[in-house]
């Protein structure tokens, strides 16, 4: 029971905080004492959360209080303790602090602090007899055994379970892994023997915790070419070669002692469709090696191994009476030959393997093949010869072909009627003949340390690697050095007093030979002047040819008419017959008894001989031939005798331009050589005197040609230094003015002015030193100049032309003398051109998207309509589309199609479109890259590098060599 107090005792607020254990739930505040009566104070047995000491508004209060509890102040209120009478007004005890607050209400206070050592048990205080009290936590709770060794103890059943033993294995086999209660799990490394994983390694032990190898494996081979390393993963030593690629098909690749040696593969290997190894470097250039003649026939061996073949039917397999070629045709499936020879209608060839090839008419065998049938068969593809060795040298003669085998023997196969088979009594008798033969070949009896084998019309010789000579077959004439007394010979005879022959070359009953020193002899039959000593007397022994220059590389016909060399120079000198002027000397009847010097030829490097026909090879891999035609063995693409030595096949590269002014055809060849061939009558492509040496495009127009650069400079006139461009140009036009586009803007030089053509506003001629701008308002995309007019196409696809209009070549719906432009004019009546072309006075433009031709100007020949020659003055729709380019010449135009496909029409009179009618456009070649129209010619470049031309040529512009207009308008190929 509570009472107010009767004493001056004061409890205040201090009093009253020691009642509390903690802070955290307070009893009665101090303003809630003062408003309690003595039953409300009994109240405060049971708590009530107030604001925590030091909170909001209750902070101030609160330390005054706690700083000194015994000062009155005006929020304490005076109540009367009822002990305080018992106890002499003495306060009680200051156990209260750890004391639960029920107690502490109700008075009761423990004797000590209710603590416990038990890690399960929890010790109170029981309010009611202030005594501490025991009891068990809950089970599952969380406890510790006091070891660190364990882990996840739990109390059960007022005890602390032991959790499972701690995993202490680090995984590592070069530590002792253990556990202490009071530190837990301990690490210490060992020195045992272990493994690192790596096959590589040898005694691995570890160390300081690490498992470390002793050694490592040894794969050095000490070759510094290699990169040598040990494959982890199966303990085998790996030697990488260096990588020495340089990504040059061109170059063989090598190492030597750590450093890569790129050294130029063989001229001729092949590194890409049509292209072939020159010097180290990829290229279209194909040369000539070798050329080989036969009777009526001859083929040619290119650097890049293939074999090209033209004239009677028989040398590519077909009859005589179904067709000659007069065209270089290649012969399929030969492409690593590296020797050919012909034969009367045959040739043989020998591959980089040893294997020897023949194809043609197969007369006595001599193709290597079975007769069918019991006589002449033509074999209309290469087949292979059965040798029972590797061949390294073949020769093809009249009826006979012979072969070098690797041991050093000769085997021959064909005829044997004069022992050319070198073995009497060998062979089968040939059909409706008492001659033998044997299509299977038959070795030379005797014969041994041969590397060289020729054959003549009946008889052959091998070359022996001592430098001396052995011959078989007929000595009718005494060409097998033996006295003519006796007429044939089976079996190998050595020529006696012959030490340093470097060459054999065989005629018709005649042996010459080039010796080492470069000198020529020969010995037989002389009357026809083949032995070239200056008398038409025979001779059984070999005597020296009248050469006043030594000589490199020698051939004689086998057909009787003589021989040809080519000195160490590049002078080709021939003796013999001039038949068809195959001496180079006026007259049919001028023979020379000794060597003659040509003239009219290039410093040539090999020579070849057939019946009255001889070619030489240049020191460019150009071939030159001459004399009869008759079967097209020339090769000039036509039938007909050629008196002067006419280039047949050049060895340009591909061609990668083609241009043409009114009498002029130029191209310019991926090595950066120019070609032209039309005007003045030159009949064939010759080089360029003024060529630029870095030329990429070529682009012909009415006074000077233009070239642009493979840096992309512009370059005009006919001789350094000429006019040029300083910036980059992208594309160049060139007529009555030359013009090139740099940047978008476009930049003309004009020989003349008085059409207004150079577009400055004014008539007045003054040839500037360099190009002027022409005043367009947007950027120029494309552009042509005709004679005297200047067109372009700008950037909206709008059509600019400006000069001469007498003939409405402004397109802009007049015409007339009066009616030309000194400023560019806009054409409004059609746009959207992406390219516009002009020549004389047309021009041509194609529609953007649709590649729709439009033409407009002079239009002679019906170029712009089939249904009038006349003057268009606005574009007129041709009815051609996806045409990606347009060629104009004065009276017919040519038009190529996406793809390849070239439209011509026009005038048809000298067969200049190539087409029957050229009312409208028609297909006139296929396989066309650009096209080019002059006077009336047309010539294309075809995708493969190749120009082909049709049409007049009477001042040559079909570059085959002759300079008329052939009757029949057929396509040449200029090779």
């Not at 294995?169 to 272990?194: F, H, K, L, Q």
Request: charged fraction near 15%; charge should be negative.
């Amino acid at each position: 029971m509570c009472v107010l107090p009767r004493s001056s005792r004061r409890v205040g607020f201090a009093d009253v905080w020691r009642l509390v254990k903690t802070p955290k739930v307070l009893w009665s505040a101090v303003a809630a004492v003062a408003l309690l009566s003595c039953t409300d104070f009994e109240r405060l047995r049971t708590p009530f959360q107030v604001a925590t000491p030091g909170s909001e508004g209750d902070s101030g209060s609160a330390s005054e209080s706690a700083d000194d509890p015994d000062e009155e102040s005006a929020d304490e209120v005076q109540l009367v303790d009822t002990a305080s009478e018992t106890d002499a007004g003495e306060p009680p005890v200051d156990t209260i602090g750890d004391v639960e607050p029920d107690a502490a209400v109700q008075g009761l206070a423990c004797p000590t602090t209710c603590t416990t050592d038990v890690p399960c048990e929890i010790s109170t205080c029981n309010p009611a007899t202030g005594q501490c009290e025991t009891a068990a936590v809950a089970d599952g709770a969380v406890c510790s055994d006091g070891s660190a060794c364990t882990g996840g103890d739990a109390c059960q059943g007022g005890a602390c379970l032991a959790g499972p033993q701690l995993g202490c294995d680090d995984g590592n086999p070069c530590t002792d892994d253990s556990c202490e209660d009071s530190v837990g799990c301990m690490y210490s490394a060992n020195s045992i023997p272990c493994s690192d994983g790596d096959l590589c390694t040898v005694g691995d032990h570890c160390s300081a915790g690490a498992c470390s190898p002793s050694t490592w494996t040894s794969c050095a081979d000490d070759d510094a070419c290699t990169s040598d390393k040990c494959d982890t993963n199966s303990g085998v030593c790996v030697h990488v070669a260096m990588n020495c690629d340089d990504a040059n098909q061109c170059t063989v690749d090598s190492c030597a002692p750590g450093t890569c040696k790129h050294a130029p593969a063989q001229d001729g290997t092949a590194c890409g469709q049509n292209l072939a190894c020159s010097s180290g470097v990829c290229s279209g250039k194909f040369k000539v090696v070798q050329v080989a003649m036969g009777k009526y026939t001859a083929c040619a061996l290119r650097n890049d191994g293939t074999v090209w073949c033209w004239g009677e039917g028989a040398i590519l397999g077909s009859p005589l009476a179904i067709s000659d070629t007069p065209t270089p045709t290649q012969i399929q499936g030969l492409n690593d030959i590296v020797a050919i020879d012909v034969g009367s209608g045959s040739a043989c060839a020998l591959s980089s393997t040893g294997k020897v090839w023949c194809w043609g008419r197969n007369d006595y065998g001599i193709v290597g093949q079975a007769l069918l049938g019991g006589g002449s068969v033509y074999v209309a593809s290469p087949s292979q010869v059965t040798l029972t060795e590797a061949a390294v040298d073949v020769a093809c003669g009249r009826a006979t072909s012979c072969a070098v085998l690797v041991s050093g023997k000769v085997a021959c196969w064909g005829s044997n009627a004069t022992g050319e088979l070198g073995a009497a009594n060998v062979g089968i008798p040939y059909p409706n003949s008492s001659e033998k033969y044997s299509w299977l070949p038959v070795v030379v009896a005797g014969s041994a340390n041969a590397v060289e084998v020729d054959v003549g019309w009946n008889h052959a010789c091998a070359r022996l690697k001592d430098g001396g000579c052995a011959c078989w077959g007929s000595n009718s004439n005494g060409q097998l050095a033996l006295d003519p007394n006796g007429t044939k010979q089976a079996g190998w005879s050595k020529v006696q007093n012959l030490a340093d022959v470097a060459q054999l070359a065989l005629g018709l009953a005649v042996s010459c030979i080039r010796r080492s020193g470069g000198t020529a002899a020969c010995w037989g039959y002389g009357a026809t002047y083949q032995l070239g000593n200056g008398t038409q007397l025979s001779v059984h022994a070999p005597e020296a040819v009248a050469l006043v220059e030594a000589v490199k590389d020698l051939a004689c016909s086998p057909f009787g008419d003589g021989c040809i060399a080519v000195a160490t120079a590049g002078a080709v000198y021939t003796w013999g017959v001039n038949d068809y002027n195959v001496q180079g000397t006026i007259g049919i009847t001028a023979s020379n008894a000794k060597p003659n010097l040509l003239g009219n030829l290039a410093p040539s490097v090999a020579v070849g001989a057939g019946q009255s026909a001889r070619c030489s090879i240049d020191t460019e891999g150009s071939l030159w031939c001459w004399g009869r035609n008759l079967n097209g063995e020339l090769g000039a693409g036509q039938m007909g005798n050629v008196k002067n030595p006419l280039k047949i096949y050049d060895s340009v590269d591909k061609a990668i331009s083609l241009s043409a002014a009114y009498d002029k055809m130029c191209l310019v060849t991926e090595s950066s050589k120019t070609l032209c061939w039309g005007e003045y009558s030159v009949s064939e492509p010759s080089v360029f005197a003024a060529a630029r040496g870095d030329a990429a495009k070529v682009i012909l127009g009415t006074y000077n040609p233009a070239w642009l650069t493979s840096t992309g400079k512009a370059l005009f006139g006919w001789s350094p230094p000429g006019v040029q461009f300083d910036g980059k140009v992208d594309f160049v036009a060139n007529g009555g003015c030359v013009c090139g586009i740099s940047a978008g803007q476009l930049e003309c030089w004009c020989f003349t002015n008085t059409y207004g053509q150079q577009g400055d506003g004014t008539k007045v001629t003054v040839k500037p030193v360099a190009p002027k701008l022409v005043p367009l308002a947007k950027p120029v995309l494309y552009a042509a100049s005709g004679f005297s007019h200047t067109c372009a196409v700008l950037s909206d696809q709008s059509a600019w032309c400006w000069g001469d209009n007498s003939a409405g070549q402004l397109g802009i719906g007049e015409s007339g003398s009066g009616k030309l432009k000194t400023s560019p004019a806009a054409i409004t009546s059609v746009s959207g051109f992406s390219s516009i072309f002009a020549a004389g006075s047309d021009t041509c433009a194609i529609k953007a998207g649709s590649g729709s031709v439009y033409c407009w100007g002079k239009c002679d020949g019906k170029t712009c309509t089939a249904l009038a020659s006349s003057p268009q003055t606005t574009p007129l729709e041709i009815g051609l589309f996806n045409a990606t380019q347009v060629a104009l010449g004065p009276t017919h135009m040519c038009a190529l199609k996406a793809g390849g496909l070239l439209y011509c029409w026009g005038s048809t009179n000298s067969g200049q479109t190539g087409t029957q009618n050229g009312d409208l456009p028609a297909p006139a070649f296929d396989q066309v890259a650009e096209v080019a129209a002059a006077s009336s010619a047309t010539c294309a470049l075809r995708t493969d590098g190749t120009v082909w031309c049709w049409g007049a040529n009477n001042m040559g512009l079909v570059g085959n060599g002759f300079a008329f207009t052939p009757k029949a308008k057929k396509v040449v190929k200029i090779p």
